[in-house]
């Protein structure tokens, strides 16, 4: 800015006299430009009151109007409309004093400042149009802003849902496992007198059960630490409603007595989170049965198809010396169930009726 302010001021001082012969007035041009150039750099920190100092000096020079429209245009720029506005006028109000007492050049006084007012005009006009193009930029780059932070919320967001997921679908595994390992110890404990192809076979399925709990208990852990975690359905995959009768073999394995009743149409075509959410169901009611009414018949009943939905129904009778089943008060299995099925679009309802405790699921299946 200095340097075009000194240059403008030279060639105005050069243009005015380079025909006239030097006389005080040279002397008032020369010393009023030099000082508005030295002001000029002032405009970057005080632009108001910097342009109304150099203003005052453009009504006794001309060598002063390039460094007071350049004020001008900085306020304009810079500040808000009154205060660019009032410059503009002082500036033209100026230029008026100035030209009354000194001569322009053969141009009619009234002509002259109607271009000085035209020009003031214009530097207001410009001013406004850098303000508001520098506010849409400044709007601009918040706006990008706040939508890379909204980005990173929601990839935060899901990352966490996701660990939630597999945290969720891991315990609902592991949980299952270990109830039949759980079974399988107690057997080899309470039995000793079994035949030694028995307690082999016994061992053999708790050692490979410790061993699938253990690999997989390190996968959701390592799962979880990951800040990128894939799938869960890449080394596991899901379940569907066609491994429903594995699951109640492997419970029979173990020594419960289960009844399956299975009515579905379409098994096959049942969405992924409806066939997953049905097993989950199935697999929380074998697990309860198992922990908290051991030795106890449990009956699984599954029926419904595309458009009438799912209705898984578990039961089992409680011991008689557990009328009422701890995980039925709040055991974080059915909590985290009762969540997964709401998820879905479902509802869930546990209950002891007549000394038998039932899980009841309602998923939708659409047509």
Same mark, same amino acid.
């Given at each position: 800015?200095?340097?075009?302010?000194?240059?403008l001021v030279a060639a105005?001082?050069?243009? +005015?006299?380079?025909?006239?012969?030097?006389?005080?007035?040279?002397?008032?041009?020369?010393?009023?430009?030099?000082?508005? $150039?030295?002001?000029?750099?002032?405009?970057? +920190?005080?632009?108001?009151?910097?342009?109304?100092? %150099?203003?005052?000096?453009?009504? =006794?020079?001309?060598?002063?109007?390039?460094?007071?429209?350049?004020?001008?245009?900085?306020?304009? &720029?810079?500040?808000?409309?009154?205060?660019? %506005?009032?410059?503009?006028?002082?500036?033209?109000?100026?230029?008026?004093?100035?030209?009354? +007492? &000194?001569a322009n050049g053969g141009?009619?006084?009234? $002509? +002259?400042?109607?271009?000085?007012?035209?020009? #003031?005009?214009?530097?207001?006009? $410009?001013?406004?149009?850098?303000?508001?193009?520098?506010?849409?930029?400044?709007?601009?780059?918040?706006?990008?802003?706040?939508?890379?932070?909204?980005?990173?919320?929601? =990839?935060?967001?899901?990352?966490?849902?996701?660990?939630?997921?597999?945290?969720?679908?891991?315990?609902?595994?592991?949980?299952?496992?270990?109830?039949?390992?759980?079974?399988?110890?107690?057997?080899?404990?309470?039995?000793?007198?079994?035949?030694?192809?028995?307690?082999?076979?016994?061992?053999?399925? =708790?050692?490979?059960?410790?061993h699938q709990a253990l690999?997989?208990?390190?996968?959701? %852990?390592?799962?979880?630490?990951?800040?990128?975690?894939?799938?869960?359905?890449? /080394?596991?995959?899901?379940?569907?409603?066609?491994?429903?009768?594995?699951?109640?073999?492997?419970?029979?394995?173990?020594?419960?007595? =289960?009844?399956?009743?299975?009515?579905?149409?379409?098994?096959?075509?049942?969405?992924?989170?409806?066939?997953?959410?049905? #097993?989950?169901?199935?697999?929380?009611?074998?697990?309860?049965?198992?922990?908290?009414?051991?030795?106890?018949?449990?009956?699984?009943?599954?029926?419904?198809?595309?458009?009438?939905?799912?209705? %898984?129904?578990?039961?089992?009778?409680?011991?008689?010396? /557990?009328?009422?089943?701890?995980?039925?008060?709040?055991?974080?299995?059915?909590?985290?169930?009762?969540? /997964?099925?709401?998820?879905?679009?479902?509802?869930?309802?546990?209950?002891?009726?007549?000394?038998?405790?039932?899980?009841?699921?309602?998923?939708? $299946?659409?047509?």
């Amino acid at each position: 800015m200095m340097g075009a302010s000194g240059v403008l001021v030279a060639a105005t001082i050069l243009g +005015w006299w380079s025909d006239r012969s030097l006389g005080p007035l040279f002397t008032l041009d020369l010393a009023a430009g030099t000082l508005s $150039w030295l002001l000029s750099p002032l405009m970057l +920190w005080r632009p108001v009151a910097t342009t109304a100092v %150099i203003t005052v000096l453009a009504a =006794v020079s001309p060598a002063v109007t390039p460094p007071a429209t350049i004020g001008a245009f900085q306020v304009a &720029r810079r500040r808000r409309a009154p205060a660019a %506005i009032a410059v503009a006028v002082a500036g033209v109000a100026a230029h008026a004093v100035q030209g009354a +007492w &000194r001569a322009n050049g053969g141009m009619s006084y009234g $002509w +002259w400042l109607a271009l000085v007012t035209i020009g #003031y005009g214009a530097l207001l006009g $410009w001013g406004a149009w850098a303000q508001a193009r520098a506010a849409l930029i400044r709007s601009l780059q918040d706006r990008a802003r706040r939508a890379e932070a909204e980005q990173g919320r929601r =990839v935060a967001e899901a990352r966490m849902l996701e660990r939630r997921q597999i945290a969720r679908e891991m315990h609902d595994v592991l949980a299952h496992r270990l109830s039949l390992l759980a079974t399988f110890a107690g057997a080899m404990e309470y039995r000793p007198d079994s035949s030694p192809e028995k307690l082999s076979r016994a061992a053999g399925v =708790v050692r490979d059960g410790v061993h699938q709990a253990l690999e997989e208990l390190r996968e959701v %852990i390592s799962l979880l630490r990951d800040d990128d975690p894939p799938h869960t359905d890449g /080394r596991h995959p899901q379940p569907v409603l066609a491994d429903v009768p594995r699951l109640v073999e492997e419970s029979r394995e173990a020594g419960t007595e =289960v009844l399956l009743r299975e009515a579905v149409n379409e098994p096959a075509d049942a969405p992924p989170s409806v066939a997953r959410t049905a #097993y989950r169901v199935i697999q929380e009611g074998l697990t309860n049965a198992r922990k908290h009414a051991a030795g106890q018949p449990v009956q699984v009943a599954l029926r419904g198809g595309p458009g009438t939905g799912l209705e %898984i129904d578990v039961r089992n009778a409680l011991t008689p010396e /557990r009328a009422t089943p701890p995980g039925w008060s709040g055991g974080a299995g059915l909590v985290g169930l009762t969540e /997964r099925v709401h998820l879905a679009g479902g509802e869930l309802d546990h209950q002891v009726i007549g000394g038998e405790f039932r899980l009841h699921a309602s998923i939708p $299946w659409p047509a």
